[in-house]
């Protein structure tokens, strides 16, 4: 079905490649290098990683500290959250290693035209919206990157009749040298400053979106955004935002009270999403998808009502901007568990709305005191309450709400200090909720 790719996959057979990171997105991507041949090397931090799932594959396995210790071979497949410019990459291709990684190689496989959606916010859901409008549009769509399936083990099954969207991460764009046909960039505001150099390095990595587009490309853009609204596409450029919303209805097409997410951020993300696909499917499969569409996990997600508080589940909320974004969809008396690892963002912004949304602000994690001098520093500050954990939070949160308020989880910070990830903080939050 997919010709580049058969062709692809023989080029592999004999030769020496490492990947590194073994994670569980990586796993499918060592699986198809050594059916095809490859001599895999996986590469990984955790010393004690699980080496029978390796062993019968003939995977070699470097584990442990000095894991990036003489990295090379013919081709080298870079984790995301790996520097392109660290130094064990450029002595690997001082080496004459062609240095990668599965979305790079999907990029320049892919037969059918993708949908690339980034952003500071926004990117899961509006990335979530394009695939099903374009699925009740009929289109047969195959949704990716950091969302669904690992799309390069996927490439051989396409064919051009089929439709990628894929949700792509600073991290990722780093070094890309490829663009989609549409490209979508929700917002732009300072985020994963703990990673990039500075906010430049940031917005630059997303800008690679747009970058090697052509001018039959398209770009979608926040038009309300001041870092976006600056872009321009090499293409055809289109803005969404504010000026495409009159007496209620967005572009003459859909009503905002159709739309069942909470909050004006959840508007501009239906808007991107209209943007990106109107045209190529019919107006009535957009509307479809409006009706149906209510919310991806994590995300301002509802989670129950217990004795009248509504208890509300945006664990993906790991900085300050998405936090304020979440809080503005929410009428007052919001009892906020915030705090975690932060991303040496400021908490300003975020701060600055207690006094008027929050009821009750639970800190817990590293950041908890960094948070919370922060939140002394407004006049009508309200109640802090510093927790052990989300567990104590959750008890003392369901303790001091009373029927009509809102118990939000919206760390502004990411989990790691202790979850693994923001989907496994979330979850737990979920099992504490369900169990008052």
Same mark, same amino acid.
């Given at each position: 079905?997919?010709?580049?790719?058969?062709?692809?996959?023989?080029?592999?057979?004999?030769?020496?490649?490492?990947?590194?990171?073994?994670?569980?997105?990586?796993?499918?991507?060592?699986?198809?290098?050594?059916?095809?041949?490859?001599?895999?090397?996986?590469?990984?931090?955790?010393?004690?990683?699980?080496?029978?799932?390796?062993?019968?594959?003939?995977?070699?396995?470097?584990?442990?500290?000095?894991?990036?210790?003489?990295?090379?071979?013919?081709?080298?497949?870079?984790?995301?959250?790996?520097?392109?410019?660290?130094?064990?990459?450029?002595?690997?291709?001082?080496?004459?290693?062609?240095?990668?990684?599965?979305?790079?190689?999907?990029?320049?496989?892919?037969?059918?035209?993708?949908?690339?959606?980034?952003?500071?916010?926004?990117?899961?859901?509006?990335?979530?919206?394009?695939?099903?409008?374009?699925?009740?549009?009929?289109?047969?769509?195959?949704? &990716?990157?950091?969302?669904?399936?690992?799309?390069?083990?996927?490439?051989? $099954?396409?064919?051009?009749?089929?439709?990628?969207?894929?949700?792509?991460?600073?991290?990722?764009?780093?070094?890309?040298?490829?663009?989609?046909?549409?490209?979508?960039?929700?917002?732009?505001?300072?985020?994963?400053?703990?990673?990039?150099?500075?906010?430049?390095?940031?917005?630059?990595?997303?800008?690679?979106?747009?970058?090697?587009?052509?001018?039959?490309?398209?770009?979608?853009?926040?038009?309300?955004?001041?870092?976006?609204?600056?872009?321009?596409?090499?293409?055809?450029?289109?803005?969404?935002?504010?000026?495409?919303?009159?007496?209620?209805?967005?572009? &003459?097409?859909?009503?905002?009270?159709?739309?069942?997410?909470?909050?004006?951020?959840?508007?501009?993300?239906?808007?991107?999403?209209?943007?990106?696909?109107? &045209?190529?499917?019919?107006?009535?499969?957009?509307?479809?998808?409006?009706?149906?569409?209510?919310?991806?996990?994590?995300?301002?997600?509802?989670?129950?009502?217990?004795?009248?508080?509504?208890?509300?589940?945006?664990?993906?909320?790991?900085?300050?901007?998405?936090?304020?974004?979440?809080?503005?969809?929410? *009428?007052?008396?919001?009892?906020?568990?915030?705090? &975690?690892?932060?991303?040496?963002?400021?908490?300003?912004?975020?701060?600055?709305?207690?006094?008027?949304?929050?009821?009750?602000?639970?800190?817990?994690?590293?950041?908890?005191?960094?948070?919370? *001098?922060?939140?002394?520093?407004?006049?009508?500050?309200?109640?802090?309450?510093?927790?052990?954990?989300?567990?104590?939070?959750?008890?003392?949160?369901?303790?001091?709400?009373?029927?009509?308020?809102?118990?939000?989880?919206?760390?502004?910070?990411?989990?790691?200090?202790?979850?693994?990830?923001?989907? $496994?903080?979330?979850?737990?939050?979920?099992?504490?909720?369900?169990?008052?």
């Amino acid at each position: 079905m997919n010709p580049a790719f058969d062709t692809y996959i023989q080029s592999l057979t004999g030769r020496e490649v490492t990947v590194i990171g073994a994670g569980v997105s990586n796993s499918p991507l060592i699986r198809m290098l050594c059916s095809a041949g490859a001599r895999v090397t996986v590469r990984d931090r955790n010393p004690a990683l699980p080496r029978e799932e390796w062993d019968d594959l003939g995977v070699g396995l470097c584990l442990g500290e000095n894991y990036l210790d003489g990295v090379g071979g013919d081709v080298v497949f870079r984790t995301p959250g790996m520097r392109p410019d660290h130094p064990a990459l450029d002595s690997a291709r001082a080496g004459g290693s062609r240095v990668t990684s599965e979305m790079e190689e999907f990029f320049a496989l892919c037969p059918c035209p993708i949908f690339g959606v980034t952003g500071s916010d926004g990117k899961t859901t509006t990335t979530s919206l394009i695939a099903d409008m374009l699925a009740d549009g009929e289109r047969k769509v195959h949704l &990716g990157g950091n969302i669904g399936m690992p799309l390069l083990t996927r490439a051989g $099954e396409m064919s051009p009749l089929d439709v990628c969207v894929v949700e792509l991460s600073s991290f990722q764009l780093m070094d890309m040298t490829r663009s989609p046909h549409v490209a979508v960039i929700t917002n732009l505001s300072p985020n994963h400053l703990d990673w990039h150099r500075d906010m430049n390095e940031y917005t630059a990595a997303k800008r690679r979106l747009l970058d090697f587009q052509s001018a039959d490309d398209c770009a979608v853009l926040n038009g309300d955004n001041p870092l976006t609204a600056a872009l321009r596409g090499r293409g055809r450029t289109k803005y969404f935002g504010r000026h495409a919303v009159h007496d209620g209805m967005i572009d &003459g097409l859909l009503p905002i009270s159709d739309i069942r997410l909470p909050g004006w951020y959840n508007v501009e993300n239906m808007m991107a999403a209209m943007t990106a696909v109107r &045209g190529i499917v019919s107006d009535e499969a957009i509307l479809e998808t409006v009706r149906n569409f209510v919310g991806v996990e994590h995300r301002n997600q509802w989670v129950a009502t217990v004795g009248g508080v509504h208890y509300y589940n945006n664990s993906i909320g790991s900085s300050p901007a998405r936090t304020v974004a979440t809080l503005h969809a929410h *009428a007052g008396r919001v009892l906020l568990i915030a705090g &975690g690892r932060d991303k040496k963002v400021p908490f300003d912004e975020m701060v600055n709305l207690l006094p008027d949304h929050v009821k009750v602000l639970l800190l817990i994690g590293e950041a908890a005191g960094q948070i919370e *001098a922060a939140a002394r520093t407004v006049q009508n500050c309200p109640p802090i309450v510093r927790c052990e954990d989300l567990a104590e939070a959750v008890a003392q949160a369901h303790m001091l709400a009373t029927p009509g308020d809102t118990v939000l989880l919206s760390p502004a910070c990411t989990a790691f200090d202790q979850y693994r990830n923001f989907e $496994e903080r979330g979850r737990h939050f979920v099992e504490l909720v369900g169990a008052l």
